[in-house]
T-cell receptor, first 119, second 114 residues
């Protein structure tokens, strides 16, 4: 299967600072990337969908000015949490869907997640 | 509305016993169905998926799931549970369009007793 990486795997920051999380597709072209958030003991909630070269589409209730998503290339999407606050502490997971050498994948592939703790 | 329901929040089974985790979905188009497992602090691992064809699908680690369209269900089963199977299990549904995200159920926590 295809591989998606995330960096960093965990980050601790002070309240008010910004944090950037990278999501990379290592061996395929990710035409669409998704960002999910997971609070402890809860399910994954979709935050936004981004297509390469286009603006991200945010789910209702997700502040686009706070969670900046950039999908500038077919292998990289970034999520920047601006002016982070303790309530933004969560597990952020990206996934990617796209095409490999054999054509388009039917499924999306998940990164390992990034644990964000805001003090 | 599109949704996934996992009725069981927490299940405990004895090691060696059989397991069935329930999943019901509501989806307007042809559903693509998935089961993922997540260990504490870890990402998601795909157990199995159903796109079309044979309604009984085999996955990794001895898991299988059966798609029943009439019941809108996609239950996960394993004949003999191992202690290492203790984890959080998520059922998800999505479509086949490129921009379609997955909708996840709330998850079922599996505990395995000795």
């Amino acid at each position: 299967g295809a591989v998606v990486s995330q960096h960093p795997s965990w980050v601790i920051c002070k309240s008010g600072t910004s944090v950037k999380i990278e999501c990379r597709s290592l061996d395929f072209q990710a035409t669409t990337m998704f960002w999910y958030r997971q609070f402890p003991k809860q399910s994954l909630m979709l935050m936004a969908t981004s297509n390469e070269g286009s603006k991200a589409t945010y789910e209702q209730g997700v502040e686009k000015d706070k969670f900046l998503i950039n999908h500038a290339s077919l292998t990289l999407s970034t999520l920047t949490v601006t002016s982070a606050h303790p309530e933004d502490s969560s597990f952020y997971i990206c996934s990617a869907k796209g095409r490999g050498a054999g054509g388009y994948f039917d499924e999306q592939f998940f990164g390992p997640g990034t644990r964000l703790t805001v003090l | 509305a599109q949704s996934v329901t996992q009725p069981d929040i927490h299940i405990t089974v004895s090691e060696g016993a059989s397991l069935e985790l329930r999943c019901n979905y509501s989806y307007g188009a042809t559903p693509y169905l998935f089961w993922y497992v997540q260990s504490p602090g870890q990402g998601l691992q795909l157990l199995l998926k159903y796109f079309s064809g044979d309604t009984l699908v085999q996955g990794i680690k001895g898991f299988e799931a059966e798609f029943k369209r009439s019941q809108s269900s996609f239950n996960l089963r394993k004949p003999s549970v191992h202690w290492s199977d203790a984890a959080e299990y998520f059922c998800a549904v999505g479509g086949n369009q490129a921009g379609t995200a997955l909708i996840f159920g709330k998850g079922t926590t599996l505990s395995v007793s000795s």
